[in-house]
């Protein structure tokens, strides 16, 4: 009986990596067990790992799973992987075969519904993963790892996709309000609007009047990283900063490059991704709350990369916020109701000028 780990172990050093390596022959189970894996390797995906006549069929998934139906998501089929793997979390290190970090996303129980060299399908009894899912084979008579994750089933309950633009709510030429206490301040950078839909690893962006402008930002793109399996999308501007202050001249040098040369450009002439709003986060649209819960929201997102950050916003205090603005050299300050709902589209927001 020919060795299913056989290439496992041929991809790998015994003695180099944390990885387990097992010395005999696998034994069968009872084919109910799987794991998903967030694999933070050259680059991030979802290594999706089903029990199956004693190892763990593989496939990397690199936008993860999706999670309505209708959204056909690539999966590489790899090689098998010892049952061991069932727990394995680690640093694989750099050069080596898949080198990266990687953690259990999900683990649990599964059903097999079909299962063939043409398609397998299956339930899912997870934390996170649960629902009835297809892997498919393309059969591309150049790449017999080619197959392809679909959910079958409708989304849990309240789920919704995160689209991919809304319209941005806007702010009016105004004066500073007299229910002052009733107002958030944030400064105004001069940016340019963006939002950042970050979804299975991967940020597409788009500039205020809807145009795709993922590719201007280089940048950027991290991002999607840092957020893993998050979906989120955010509302903000994007600046360039020199000497410790916006720069419109930069900030229209890299507004006017093309791709190519965005990516050259980003080393000496850098973007910012200054966010401000969340309207919509892990399935469940944002708008209606109040901009303070919104602005939680954003503050607890788990990012820290440097093209990232959260301006400060200021409840009441309007006259000193504006002042403040004004000692920075900045255009001013937007106002927004602290219970105030997004509207996309709407002007509900006031631009106070210097």
Known sequence: MADKLTEYRGKRG????????????????????????????????????????????????????????????????????????????????????????????????????????????????????????LFLNRHNADDDRDWMLRRLDPAEPGHEDAPEF????TAVPGELPADDDEWAYEFAWGGLRTMLLVSGGRVTAHDGSGADVTGRYPDLHKLGEELGST????????????????????????????????????????????????????????????????????????????????????LGGGEAVLGASRQHGLPGVVAKRADGEYRPGSGGWLFVGN
């Not at 519904?113 to 934390?127: Q, S, T, Y």
């Not at 490059?257 to 980003?266: E, H, I, P, S, T």
Request: aromatic share 10%.
């Open 14 to 133: 015994k003695d180099r990596t944390p990885e387990p390596w097992p010395d005999g022959p696998p034994e069968p189970g009872d084919n109910d067990l799987f794991v998903i894996q967030e694999h933070h390797a050259s680059r991030l995906h979802w290594d999706f790992r089903l029990e199956r006549d004693g190892v763990l069929v593989s496939w990397a998934v690199p936008r993860g799973l999706p999670l309505t139906p209708g959204v056909n998501r690539l999966a590489v089929h790899t090689e098998d992987h010892p049952m061991e793997y069932l727990t394995f979390e680690g640093e694989i290190p750099a050069g080596e075969y898949g080198g990266g970090r990687m953690t259990v996303w999900d683990t649990g129980k599964y059903e097999t519904l079909h299962w063939n060299d043409h398609k397998v399908e299956v339930v899912f009894h997870g934390e996170r993963a649960r629902g009835k899912y």
């Open 166 to 169: 809304l319209e941005p709510m």
């Open 231 to 314: 979906e989120v999308l955010l509302d903000g501007e994007v600046v360039v900063v020199k000497d410790g202050k916006p720069s419109p001249e930069g900030l229209e040098e890299r507004r006017r490059a093309g791709d190519a040369a965005a990516k050259r450009l980003k080393t000496y002439c850098p973007v910012f991704y200054f966010a401000s709003d969340v309207l919509h986060l892990d399935g469940k649209p944002t708008l209606a709350l109040p901009y303070t819960e919104r602005r939680e929201l954003l503050e607890g997102l788990p990012v820290a990369d440097r093209h990232w950050q959260v301006p400060r916003y200021f």
